[in-house]
């Protein structure tokens, strides 16, 4: 396991985050977060970039392309995008970018609201490993993490924080 | 554990495989189907009302006994999920050319099929196909049962779980009437099991004795006479259909009798909560086990448990084909 040095600071990133977001991001752009540690980082970059930035979250569950290995997990949850998708500039949210498959299966089910104008990414640490053509528009934190662990985002009342387990498929 | 005593609907992890009756069922699993039909219903909001899980999977639904509202049902669920939807009208096919009913499945398992949804008059044919799947290595293949004779109809009674808990968040504090023809209904009988199994303290049947199963008091319910009696402080009022054909055979004595004890009315109504939800699986006998007032009133919730339906059947269908 990484020693705790070694493990981001998700509050300290996420300001990073949005530093970076600040001067790019559209006015009006919608920020979709993916469930759950994309739906918080979603909920708190909407509040701290300047526009009237609509929120919406999604779960990617029916859209993952594991299902026919591993089922469908419990605990999905309902998407609710509450603005029009057609023609809208979204921002993509996701705590930790790695292989890039929710990702894709998260562009997968927005194209089933509508046709978007532009689709951005926003991720809090990207940690490579990625098994498709994926890349983050903006990025809070560059990682390297081996492949035997998986970086998790935690909430504490409205504080992020990440830890680090092992991965489930490991 | 041995196949011989394990649940024919689950696999050896404990894991819904097959889904035949409510009776049995652990309560996690029936909840876990209720969890996962919530995102579903979101689908229907959409502009595009598919997701890809069952994308190149074929749901063959084989009914041997006419339900078009059942079977429409099925088929929206499964398209919705993208699978690929084969409707064998049985009755009028192979087996009334002699052909043995597992000889017809085995016959579809050779055509790839992945999902049969099954009606049939018999109690117990959906089981006899599951039975006969896994004893012959083909677990891969599932069976839902879309209602089998007086026995059971889990899809219903799920959706009719659904329905309350959307309305009414618990089961533990709820007074539940289930009101007519309970003799005839595997509707009724689906939704005792699953209300009990789900912590529900009181579940009532209300109807006359000739349309009360004897020793129905077996299945953990309060049995009601007098329908006035029945609905006092009730939070949940479901209405079975009366079916025309049991006129005939001396069970009663009119419609416009039965309408006068059992039809549920405004007046009758108002001795439930005010916050009572009352729910038909459908078709609706208008004035004679319902009245237009209600069943077009505020409390009634007929038209959401349909909706409900379609999510609770792309619930049961993903999960199955996932294990």
């Given at each position: ?6 493990i981001p600071d ?8 949005a530093?970076?977001?600040?001067p790019?991001v559209?006015f009006d752009a919608?920020?979709?977060?993916i469930?759950?540690?994309?739906a ?12 009237e930035?609509p929120?919406?979250?999604?779960d990617?569950s029916?859209?993952r392309?594991?299902?026919a ?9 309902r ?9 809208a500039?979204i921002i993509l ?9 929710s990702?894709r299966a998260a562009?997968?089910?927005?194209f089933?609201y509508?046709r ?6 926003a991720?809090?640490?990207d940690r490579g490993g990625?098994?498709?053509?994926v890349?983050a528009?903006y990025?809070?934190v560059?990682?390297?993490v081996?492949r035997?662990l998986?970086?998790?985002l ?8 990440f830890s680090?387990?092992k991965a489930?498929?490991? | 554990?041995?196949?011989l005593?394990r649940n024919?609907?689950?696999n ?7 889904l035949?009756?409510?009776e049995g069922?652990p309560?996690?699993?029936i909840t876990n ?9 979101g689908i229907?909001?959409?502009?595009v009302k598919?997701v890809?899980?069952l994308r190149?999977k ?9 339900s ?11 398209k919705?999920?993208?699978a690929?939807?084969i409707n ?5 096919s ?7 009913l ?11 099929a992945?999902?049969?949804?099954v ?10 196909i599951?039975?006969?799947l896994?004893?012959?290595?083909r677990?891969?293949v ?5 209602g089998d004779?007086?026995?059971s109809?889990?899809t219903?009674?799920l ?5 309350i808990?959307h ?13 007519g023809d309970?003799?005839h209904s595997r ?8 209300l ?6 009181e579940v009532?049947?209300?109807g006359?004795?000739t349309?009360?199963p004897?020793?129905v008091?077996s299945l953990?319910?309060r049995?009601f006479?007098d329908?006035?009696?029945g609905?006092?402080?009730c939070d949940v ?10 006129m005939?055979?001396a069970?009663?004595p009119?419609a416009?009798?039965y309408?006068k ?12 909560r005010?916050d009572?939800?009352?729910m038909h699986?459908?078709?609706m006998n ?6 237009s007032?209600v069943?077009d009133?505020?409390r009634?919730v007929i038209?959401?448990?349909v909706t409900?339906g ?7 269908m993903?999960i199955?084909?996932?294990?």
């Open positions: 396991m990484p020693q705790p040095s070694q998700a509050e300290a990133t996420l300001a990073a985050l530093e970076r977001m600040r790019a559209a919608a920020f979709v977060g469930y759950s540690g994309g918080w980082i979603a909920d708190r970059l909407a509040q701290m970039i300047p526009g930035h929120v919406g979250h999604i990617v029916f859209y392309d594991d299902f290995r591993s089922g469908l997990k419990s605990g999905a949850k998407s609710a995008l509450p603005f029009d998708v057609e023609g500039t949210v996701d705590d930790v970018l790695y292989t890039g498959r990702v562009i997968n089910e927005l089933d509508g978007p104008a532009r689709v951005e990414l991720v809090l640490v990625r098994e498709l053509p890349e528009t990025c809070g560059r990682l390297a081996a035997s998986s970086l998790v935690a909430k504490d009342g409205e504080r992020l924080s680090v387990e489930a498929d490991a | 554990m041995p196949d005593v024919p609907q689950l050896a992890d404990g894991e819904l495989t097959h035949l009756t409510l069922l309560a996690p699993v189907i209720l969890d996962i039909a919530t995102p579903f219903v229907a909001e959409r502009e598919k890809p899980l190149g074929a749901v063959f639904n084989l009914f041997f006994e006419n078009t509202r059942t079977r429409t049902t099925f088929e929206i669920a499964a919705r999920l993208s690929d939807v064998l009208n049985i009755g009028v192979s087996t009334t050319k002699g052909e043995t597992l000889d017809t499945v085995d016959n579809l398992v050779a055509m790839d992945d999902i049969f949804v009606r049939h008059a018999q109690s117990g044919a959906p089981h006899l599951a039975q006969h896994n004893a012959h290595g677990g891969h599932h069976v839902v049962n879309a004779g007086r026995h109809h889990p219903q009674g959706l009719d779980l659904y329905t808990r309305y009414k968040k618990e089961f533990h504090n709820l007074t539940v009437a289930i009101v309970v003799l509707v009724a009988r689906s939704l005792i099991h699953g009990t199994t789900l912590g529900t303290p009532r049947v209300v006359p004795k349309l009360l004897s020793k008091e953990g319910v049995v006479h329908m006035r009696e609905l006092k402080g009022v479901v209405m079975l259909r009366l079916q025309n054909e049991r005939n055979g069970l009663l009119s416009g009798e309408f004890h059992y039809g549920l009315t405004p007046d009758k109504l108002a001795l439930a005010p009572v939800i009352v699986p459908g078709p208008r004035g004679v086990e319902i009245d007032a069943a009133g505020e009634a038209l959401p448990q409900f379609i999510a609770v059947r792309m619930a049961v993903s199955i084909a996932g294990n």
